[in-house]
């Protein structure tokens, strides 16, 4: 009897460590998933503002900016150098937020974008982050961005 009541209990200790890893795995794959999946949509966001800013450009010769609303790019990105995954050299620095009124079919994640005015990078307020980097925006080479989270 007394071997019996020790092989229980050593299986609910079992039991609980495995139920405790497999919901680990799960919360961690979840939390992976959602960071990319916010990161794709601000990707997606990004790019469609950057074809219609083109096209308002092509037409008006001007972007379609708030000029009351900038800030310096070093007051959004935290260490912004040549090391930063944001870093554009063709940046100016100086950032405008996109007039979205002036901007016709938007559907966007988001409403809070920045753009350079020399290079016409275009930033989120708010980054993604991913794995260590935080993305403002959308890497030169992003679609070769490692993202092997899983």
Same mark, same amino acid.
């Given at each position: 009897?007394?071997?019996?009541?020790?092989?229980?209990?050593?299986?609910?200790?079992?039991?609980?460590?495995?139920?405790? +890893?497999?919901?680990?795995?799960? /919360?961690?794959?979840?939390?992976? =998933?959602?960071?990319?999946?916010? !990161? @794709?949509?601000?990707?997606t966001d990004i790019e469609l503002l950057d074809e219609k800013?083109?096209?308002?450009?092509?037409?008006?010769?001007?972007?379609?900016?708030?000029?009351?609303?900038?800030?310096?790019?070093?007051?959004?990105?935290?260490?912004?150098?040549?090391?930063?995954?944001?870093?554009?050299?063709?940046?100016?620095?100086? +950032?405008?937020?996109?007039?979205? /009124?002036?901007?016709?079919?938007? =559907?966007?994640?988001?409403?809070? !974008? @920045?753009?350079?005015?020399?290079?016409?990078?275009?930033?989120?307020?708010?980054?993604?982050?991913?794995?260590?980097?935080?993305?403002?925006?959308?890497?030169?080479?992003?679609?070769?961005?490692?993202?092997?989270?899983?």
């Amino acid at each position: 009897m007394k071997n019996q009541k020790g092989v229980t209990l050593m299986i609910l200790v079992v039991t609980i460590i495995a139920i405790g +890893l497999i919901f680990g795995a799960i /919360s961690y794959h979840s939390v992976t =998933s959602y960071r990319l999946n916010a !990161y @794709y949509m601000m990707c997606t966001d990004i790019e469609l503002l950057d074809e219609k800013i083109a096209l308002y450009y092509l037409k008006n010769k001007t972007l379609p900016i708030i000029e009351s609303e900038s800030q310096s790019i070093t007051s959004l990105i935290e260490n912004y150098n040549e090391n930063n995954v944001n870093y554009n050299p063709n940046n100016s620095g100086n +950032l405008y937020k996109i007039d979205l /009124s002036q901007l016709e079919n938007l =559907s966007l994640q988001k409403t809070d !974008y @920045y753009i350079d005015e020399q290079s016409h990078t275009i930033y989120a307020s708010s980054g993604r982050k991913l794995e260590e980097d935080t993305y403002y925006t959308v890497p030169i080479d992003y679609r070769e961005v490692d993202l092997n989270l899983y």
